[in-house]
């Protein structure tokens, strides 16, 4: 079962920041937040992932709680083409077996 | 280049016959896995293979056996198909989680008649 806790869809216009979150209450202090989305058709594409510290990359930005309990993916100027279902999920390092997917949230950037 | 690649993209088949499926990445990655996703767009986890360890989802059918003859490739195959086996099925790799994701392959839809 996943750990994570997601609303079901989200709305963002495009050009505006798409702000995804995410609930992880039950974390354990060895799990990093993974995020993935898949767009329609295609396999998963991971996105980011982070331990504790905000994270930031080319493609989105994570931001993590203090008490690590839930985070935030954000999209800073959305397009058409990150319309996706989004997926938070947690994970230890090392057990690679765990990275088990739930239901995600449906972005749709709408012009 | 195709980082993690399936093939075939499309597989339609009758009941009670065998298939496979093969996967096949570039990474260099040590671990490589066969999720499901089905109709209801759920994926779920069927195998993980690190370093000749399987790991088995307790689910999976014993129907479903993942080969391995290299470290680049992880094919699937399945025996016996039922109709509801028709899903979409990814395969990907990844290397210590703690640096990075897994990746993806484009999947494999399969259509079982």
């Known amino acids: 079962d996943a750990k994570t806790t997601q609303p079901t869809s989200m709305d963002c216009a495009e050009g505006r920041a798409a702000n995804l979150p995410c609930n992880h209450s039950t974390i354990s202090g060895n799990e990093y937040v993974y995020w993935y989305r898949q767009i329609h058709s295609q396999g998963p594409q991971y996105i980011i992932h982070g331990l504790k510290n905000n994270e930031t990359n080319e493609m989105a930005s994570l931001i993590i709680t203090e008490d690590r309990k839930s985070s935030t993916l954000i999209l800073p100027h959305a397009t058409l083409r990150d319309t996706a279902v989004y997926y938070c999920i947690v994970c230890p390092a090392y057990n690679t077996d765990k990275l088990i997917f739930g239901t995600g949230t449906r972005l749709q950037v709408f012009p | 280049d195709t980082a993690v690649s399936q093939t075939p993209k499309y597989l339609v088949t009758q009941m009670g016959n065998d298939k496979s499926i093969k996967c096949e990445q570039n990474l260099g990655h040590d671990t490589m896995y066969w999720y499901k996703q089905d109709s209801k767009k759920f994926l779920k986890i069927m195998f993980s293979?690190?370093?000749?360890?399987?790991?088995i989802n307790e689910t999976v059918p014993n129907r479903f056996s993942p080969k391995s003859p290299d470290k680049a490739h992880l094919n699937l195959h399945i025996n016996s198909l039922e109709l509801g086996d028709s899903a979409v099925y990814f395969c990907?790799?990844?290397?210590?989680?703690?640096?990075?994701?897994?990746?993806f392959g484009p999947g494999t839809r399969l259509t079982v008649t």
């Open positions: 293979y690190n370093n000749k360890e399987l790991i």
């Open positions: 990907a790799s990844s290397q210590d989680l703690g640096s990075g994701g897994a990746y």
